[in-house]
């Protein structure tokens, strides 16, 4: 049977669509309707600003292309305008599509699949308040680490405890029934622990966190009347959990070339427009940015600082 021209140019687009956007994890469905063409080509230019994609889809060709992929649970949003945006940042996305939903009333937002898990319309605050997947992986090595004295304390069975936990974990989430002790795991390699760990999404981070914080929690408990000494002589149970610190970049005055200022946030923060940079500025003491590295939080307060802003460093 002869394929017709205008079928193909369809089969061709949706195998396109579906290679390209299948390579960034995170995917967000919008709704630009009612937008003007200058506040479409805004919209436009901020998220090209990210160094994400946006392209406005038919709904038909778009569930195509999502067949039969991890964004499938997307296609019962595909009703009405939809336009997509694809990033491989899909929080520092849904914080700029927040901006623009501020900005531009009648921009919406109706799904997103990042790293796999579904945020439905009324998920985007969700999305938002997802910490990097570096900070998830602090917390989990935050849990791993510890002054010498919860060391001591855990060293009877660090190993099968974590594995305990992981295998129970790894089973509910494949729906197999959860066994105690930690043995099924007892064989694997601290490589492939590793590798594990490395494969988690941050929602699977975070939810691996919550249960290792809950089965530590309870055995670290029963563990501190022991008093382990550690060294100095100190008893373990005046030893402090180390925590994982972030910190906050905080411009405390503008100075007087503002102007300089606006142009460098820009710079740094490319899904800022004009007049959200000079909100900023103008509202200082104002905190700029959170969740940093000491070493990130350094860098963002020197380029600050080379626009003549006063900064301070806080941390948590």
Request: glycine content about 6%; cysteine-free.
């Amino acid at each position: 049977m002869r394929v017709r021209p205008n079928r193909l140019k369809k089969e061709q687009w949706v195998q396109s669509f579906r290679q390209e956007i299948l390579q960034y994890p995170a995917v967000l469905l919008l709704t630009p309707q009612g937008l003007t063409a200058r506040e479409d080509l805004q919209v436009r230019r901020r998220i090209k600003a990210l160094q994400a994609h946006y392209r406005v889809v038919k709904n038909r060709l778009a569930r195509l292309a999502f067949q039969g992929t991890p964004l499938e649970p997307l296609s019962s949003a595909l009703r009405g305008m939809t336009a997509v945006a694809y990033h491989t940042d899909g929080v520092a996305l849904a914080k700029l599509v927040r901006d623009l939903m501020k900005e531009y009333g009648r921009l919406a937002f109706k799904a997103a699949v990042v790293e796999g898990q579904l945020f439905t319309d009324k998920q985007l605050d969700v999305l938002v308040h997802l910490p990097s997947r570096e900070v998830a992986r602090a917390q989990v090595l935050g849990l791993l680490q510890g002054p010498a004295a919860r060391m001591v304390r855990l060293l009877a069975a660090p190993l099968q405890q974590f594995l305990a936990v992981l295998h129970q974990y790894q089973a509910r989430r494949a729906g197999e029934p959860e066994s105690e002790g930690g043995s099924p795991m007892a064989e694997l390699t601290k490589e492939q622990v590793i590798e594990y760990l490395s494969g988690l999404t941050v929602t699977q981070l975070i939810e691996l966190v919550k249960d290792l914080e809950q089965r530590w929690g309870v055995q670290a408990a029963a563990a501190v009347p022991m008093a382990v000494p550690v060294a100095g002589g100190a008893p373990a149970a005046a030893a402090e959990e180390e925590k994982v610190v972030t910190y906050s970049v905080v411009i405390k005055d503008a100075g007087q070339q503002k102007v300089q200022l606006i142009k460098v946030l820009r710079e740094i923060f490319p899904e800022l427009g004009l007049k959200e940079a000079k909100a900023l500025v103008d509202a200082a003491p104002k905190t700029i940015k959170e969740g940093l590295t000491r070493e990130e939080a350094e860098d963002l307060k020197k380029k600050l600082e080379q626009a003549g802003a006063t900064v301070e460093i806080t941390s948590k």
